[in-house]
């Protein structure tokens, strides 16, 4: 059967680290890592608690997203992950040069083998697909927030 993680370094939300403990214990218990699929993810400081972000703040946004996946890394106890995602935009109207930027380091993580999937979630339709355009690696993963009362979804699912 299948067998998957999903988690976001966001201590707001996830204590990414208790999870990365469960990874521990199932693996000792004889699942093997190729047995179950990990995802995780970058999360825009926007949209972390100052206290717990877990990144430097003031750093470039590709480096937020490195230092997000390495810190991953650690909680989790894993070098690779199934796919990473980028939980946000920067912005909500267009996808900015720092948008494409933060891509970039996206792709790198891909390219380096750290993850085998890369992805967004939270973006709308014209980011996306201006990301889509864009991109020399294009997203593999495109999440949809489910808020059906806002009609967020209704062009990404066509």
């Given at each position: 059967?299948?067998?998957?993680i ?84 920067t ?63 209704r062009?990404?699912?066509?």
């Amino acid at each position: 059967g299948f067998h998957g993680i999903r988690t976001l370094n966001f201590p707001f939300e996830v204590e990414e680290k208790s999870v990365g403990e469960a990874i521990e214990e199932i693996t000792k218990q004889g699942l093997k890592r190729t047995d179950f699929y990990v995802q995780t993810g970058y999360v825009p400081h926007g949209l972390q608690l100052v206290a717990e972000t877990p990144y430097d703040r003031q750093a470039p946004i590709e480096m937020q997203i490195r230092q997000s996946f390495i810190g991953s890394q650690k909680n989790l106890k894993l070098e690779k992950f199934d796919a990473f995602i980028w939980e946000g935009a920067t912005s909500f109207m267009i996808t900015r040069e720092r948008d494409m930027d933060a891509w970039g380091e996206m792709e790198n993580l891909y390219l380096e083998g750290r993850t085998k999937l890369i992805g967004l979630s939270y973006f709308n339709v014209a980011q996306i697909k201006e990301m889509y355009e864009r991109a020399e690696v294009k997203p593999h993963i495109v999440g949809s927030p489910i808020h059906a009362h806002l009609g967020w979804n209704r062009e990404i699912k066509k």
